[in-house]
């Protein structure tokens, strides 16, 4: 892999290249080295990238061909297994993902996940029979077919960048699209390294995978407003959302949005107080807290409040932010110097919106290099403040108080968002009861686990449009076409 010089390269049109705008660095979070450098795309790069994916779209048989994309997929999961130990040591590099989480959504199940887009395709009923009517009148028969949308533009964050990188990757290409991903400026590495492995060890077709990294967002917009690009998939912030959705506007493009979140974490009054807030303060540590689905608003019995929040700073208190490369790390660092600064920013807020630290609050003392903040948790604040509406993305929790279930459901509800949410009860008829009150996308009830290949995940209100994964997730990349033959 071309990364073992340091540097990185472009994927356009099946070559390898250097980017115009030349080089920018690449920074381990967890001790702010300079790993090396990524290729600097330019807006001339991204239009021969669009070109490419145009012309593999429009003059080649990839879109109709299911045997061979099933093949090259199932080549990629295989070729990037193969490296999986240099990705793993990479991921934790770039992204300061702790180790223990690239067995899972950070490396290893994304790349497994890949079986699951080639095996849709596989099955797929691409062609629906709806059989004889007389519509009008008319004798007809009629069929339903379904196929790519086209080019696919892709525009991903750093936070969990393998598992949103090839849950695009993966389905828009088993649907028999091509593509153009513009990955965050973070992490390009890890998504540049797909770039070499496609390039020298799959059958994939020049053009059908093009890969760009910058550090010039311009060129994310550039591929939602360009009229030769049919679909733009993003995954980011809600703000930038707002403006890809903005950009595609003037040509109509499909618009897949995965967004940002403020899950609430709802715990009944029948619920195991103690195990309930560990779970929720130990799963808003993982990588930092940088997670869309994390749930940071704690919603506990006003009657058990000051309980709630000393298990859940016990619990945080106990987790020490530090090296991403040990095995027994939950959370490492956020991604960059400008991610602590806004998240430290959070924090002061949350003491002028008159809250106070149950634990953290600011970096941790034993780590001079990195860009670490401490587990926080938020008491004494209602679910009105700021720090309760808006997302922080870091290793914080605020804890707000409920009189009852439908005022937890309320609460819950109360958000911009609608990306995810937990529920804990005794009582597994009336958790379940909640949880179908539940504005979001996924629930998790007394901590089951949503994340699967077959599973969709997405979110209501402003956390998005669509579904990534699952079938759902699959079908985003389709048109449909229905055809009405005259029978006679
Ligand atoms: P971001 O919105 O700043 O950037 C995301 C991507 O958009 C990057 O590749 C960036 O270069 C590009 N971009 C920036 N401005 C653009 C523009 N005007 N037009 C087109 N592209 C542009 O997000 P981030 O800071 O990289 O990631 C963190 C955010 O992502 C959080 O809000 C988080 O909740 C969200 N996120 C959501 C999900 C989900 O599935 N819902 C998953 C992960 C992250």
């Known amino acids: ?257 995965e967004l940002g979140g403020k899950s609430a974490f709802v715990v009944l009054d029948d619920a195991d107080l103690a195990g309930a807030c560990s779970v929720a303060g130990f799963s808003v540590c993982l990588h930092a807290g940088q997670g869309c689905a994390i749930t940071t608003r704690l919603v506990v019995p006003r009657a058990r409040y000051d309980e709630a929040v000393a298990i859940a700073a016990g619990t945080m208190g106990s987790i020490k932010p530090g090296d991403p490369t040990k095995p027994g790390t939950v959370c490492g660092p956020v991604i960059s110097a400008r991610q602590r600064d806004r998240v430290q920013s959070y924090l002061d807020l949350a003491l002028a919106e008159g809250g106070e630290f149950a634990c953290g609050g600011g970096r941790p003392a034993d780590q001079p290099a990195g860009f670490f903040i401490e587990p926080t948790v938020i008491a004494g604040l209602t679910n009105d403040a700021r720090v309760a509406r808006e997302e922080i993305f870091g290793p914080v929790l605020t804890v707000i108080a409920h009189d009852g279930d439908d005022d937890a459901v309320r609460i819950a509800n109360d958000s911009p968002y609608g990306l995810s949410a937990t529920v804990y009860g005794a009582d597994a008829d009336r958790a379940a009861r909640v949880a179908a009150r539940l504005r979001a996308g996924t629930v998790n009830v007394n901590g089951g686990v949503w994340y699967s290949a077959d599973m969709p995940f997405g979110g209501y209100k402003q956390s998005g449009n669509g579904r990534e994964m699952g079938v759902a997730g699959f079908e985003e990349y389709l048109e449909i076409k229905a055809i009405a033959t005259a029978a006679n």
């Open 1 to 257: 892999m071309a990364l073992i010089d340091g540097t990185s390269r472009l994927l356009i049109d099946g070559k390898l290249t250097s980017g115009g705008a030349g080089g920018f660095a690449t920074v381990n979070p967890a001790t702010e080295e300079v790993l090396g450098e990524a290729a600097n795309a330019d807006a001339a790069d991204m239009d021969r990238a669009i070109d490419a994916a145009r012309r593999a779209f429009d003059d080649t048989d990839w879109s109709t061909n299911t045997e061979l994309r099933v093949r090259c997929i199932r080549q990629l999961r295989d070729v990037l297994r193969e490296h999986v130990e240099e990705l793993r040591e990479l991921t934790i590099a770039e992204v300061g993902a702790p180790r223990m989480l690239t067995a899972g959504a950070q490396l290893e199940g994304p790349i497994a996940d890949l079986g699951f887009a080639a095996d849709t395709a596989e099955s797929y009923e691409w062609t629906q029979d709806l059989g004889h009517a007389t519509p009008l009148g008319i004798p007809t028969r009629r069929s339903v077919v379904r196929e790519a949308v086209g080019v696919v533009g892709a525009i991903t964050p750093w936070n969990f960048p393998h598992q949103i990188n090839l849950a695009k990757l993966g389905p828009a290409l088993a649907a028999g699209n091509t593509i153009v991903l513009k990955p965050a400026p973070d992490t390009p590495w890890v998504a540049a390294v797909l770039g070499d492995l496609i390039a020298e060890h799959t059958d994939i077709p020049p053009g059908v995978v093009n890969i760009v990294t910058s550090t010039d967002h311009t060129l994310g917009a550039m591929l939602a407003g360009d009229p030769r690009v049919d679909m733009v998939s993003f995954t980011g912030s809600t703000a930038t959302g707002r403006s890809v959705m903005a950009d595609a506007a003037a040509t109509i493009k499909k618009v897949f949005l």
